[in-house]
């Protein structure tokens, strides 16, 4: 790899960490952000348990316990977690971002 | 007046030397604890794809039962050192993580090489998707030279 590559690297690793700082910046900046991920989150954790185990007690506690570790105590870092993975990976908005900094003149 | 302000900057340098070492002192075990915690997260989602797993397979019977606490004891914890990078990694990949890491490298090693022919090779490959153009670009042109080459041996004949 020459130098340039690797400049570019590092711009992207900066690019993603941006992208990564940005929705818990805006969920303690505007409280109503904030209620929204947590109520997204919720729904996402229900449905994807009971997508896998079907509607019964267990989905339940399986989803309270999860609700518990990731919206109400690690709140910040699973929603920024949430829109890396499953919004900016899923849409390739990634790979649009590393697209964008090969034609940043330098 | 002024030695007023010089006391008052010192109690708040002194402050932020607390709170740094404060800081220091406990970042460890908040990570640990943020560590810890999505491990359990970790467990828990593997064990919902276990359960998952037996009973698309096996049907909600009594061996079902025996499979999935068996299982589960295997993976969660006799070898999760071992499970759990796996599933950690089964997990990216189905996120989307090796596009992302294919984008990467083919950028970062492609950049600055400037030596091509063309103007359009000249650009660097921006994605995945940039490089499968490029082929599929250079298969047609393959494909057009073999038709116009073909009749004239034919006409010769």
């Given at each position: 790899?020459?130098?340039?590559?690797?400049?570019?690297?590092?711009?992207?690793?900066?690019?993603?960490?941006?992208l990564?700082i940005?929705?818990?910046?805006?969920?303690?900046?505007?409280?109503?952000?904030?209620?929204?991920m947590?109520?997204i989150l919720?729904?996402?954790?229900?449905?994807?348990?009971?997508?896998?185990?079907?509607?019964?007690?267990?989905?339940?506690?399986?989803?309270?316990?999860?609700?518990?570790?990731?919206?109400?105590?690690?709140?910040?870092?699973?929603?920024?977690?949430?829109?890396?993975?499953?919004?900016?990976?899923?849409?390739?908005?990634?790979?649009?971002?590393?697209?964008?900094l090969?034609?940043?003149?330098? | 007046?002024?030695n007023?302000?010089?006391?008052?900057?010192v109690?708040?340098?002194?402050k932020?030397?607390n709170?740094?070492?404060?800081l220091?002192?406990?970042?460890?075990l908040?990570f640990?604890?943020?560590?810890?915690d999505?491990?359990?997260v970790?467990?828990?989602?593997?064990?919902?794809?276990?359960?998952?797993f037996?009973?698309?397979?096996?049907?909600?019977t009594?061996?079902?039962?025996?499979?999935?606490?068996?299982?589960?004891w295997?993976?969660?914890?006799d070898?999760?050192?071992?499970?759990?990078?796996?599933?950690?990694?089964?997990?990216?990949?189905?996120?989307?993580?090796?596009?992302?890491?294919?984008?990467?490298?083919?950028?970062?090693?492609?950049?600055g090489?400037?030596?091509?022919?063309?103007?359009?090779?000249?650009?660097?490959?921006?994605?995945?998707?940039?490089?499968?153009?490029?082929?599929?670009?250079?298969?047609?042109?393959?494909?057009?030279?073999?038709?116009?080459?073909?009749?004239?041996?034919?006409?010769?004949?």
């Open positions: 790899m020459n130098q340039k590559g690797l400049h570019l690297m590092v711009m992207i690793f900066l690019a993603l960490l941006v990564l940005l929705p818990p910046l805006v969920m303690s900046m505007f409280k109503p952000a904030d209620l929204l947590r109520i919720t729904i996402l954790i229900f449905a994807t348990v009971r997508n896998m185990l079907g509607s019964n007690a267990l989905t339940i506690i399986i989803t309270a316990a999860l609700v518990y570790i990731l919206v109400i105590k690690h709140a910040y870092i699973t929603t920024s977690l949430y829109i890396f993975f499953f919004v900016l990976l899923a849409y390739n908005f990634v790979a649009a971002v590393m697209w964008g090969t034609r940043v003149p330098r | 007046m002024q007023n302000l010089k006391i008052e900057n109690l708040i340098l002194g932020m030397i709170a740094s070492i404060l220091l002192i406990f970042a460890p908040l640990t604890e943020i560590i810890g999505f491990m359990l970790l467990k828990i989602f593997a064990l919902i794809s276990i359960i998952t037996i009973l698309n397979h096996v049907g909600n009594p061996i079902a039962g025996l499979l999935i606490i068996g299982v589960s295997f993976v969660l914890f070898y999760w050192n071992f499970f759990g990078g796996i599933y950690l990694f089964y997990v990216l990949l189905t996120l989307g993580i090796s596009g992302m890491l294919v984008d990467l490298f083919f950028i970062s090693g492609m950049v090489d400037r030596n091509a022919s063309s103007a359009e090779d000249n650009s660097p490959v921006s994605s995945s998707l940039d490089l499968a153009q490029r082929s599929s670009r250079l298969e047609a042109a393959r494909k057009m030279h073999s038709i116009h080459a073909r009749p004239r041996g034919m006409m010769r004949r």
